[in-house]
């Protein structure tokens, strides 16, 4: 991004209330989901491998039954 655009949107963000420039900076990570080459998901690998990690005693547990779940 240019200086000039940068320099513009501070100066936005400065003379918004704190709500709306939550708002803006919510939008603008919005759009930048849309781009290829950027994650749409906000859960990254590392938490899924520990989420995976933790969940393993139950799903390896031959005793347990999948649909009582």
């Known amino acids: 991004m240019s200086k000039r655009y940068e320099t513009e ?4 963000l ?3 209330p704190e709500e709306k420039a939550i ?3 919510d939008f603008g990570k ?3 989901s849309q781009y290829p080459g950027t994650s749409k998901s906000q859960i990254d690998e590392s ?3 520990l989420q995976q990690k ?3 005693k139950i799903w390896d547990d031959p005793e347990e ?5």
Request: glycine share 0%.
């Open 9 to 12: 949107l501070i100066k936005v």
């Open 14 to 16: 400065d003379k918004l």
């Open 23 to 25: 708002e803006l900076i």
């Open 30 to 32: 919005f759009l930048l």
């Open 47 to 49: 938490s899924l491998l």
């Open 54 to 56: 933790s969940l393993s």
């Open 65 to 69: 039954n999948v649909y009582d779940l």
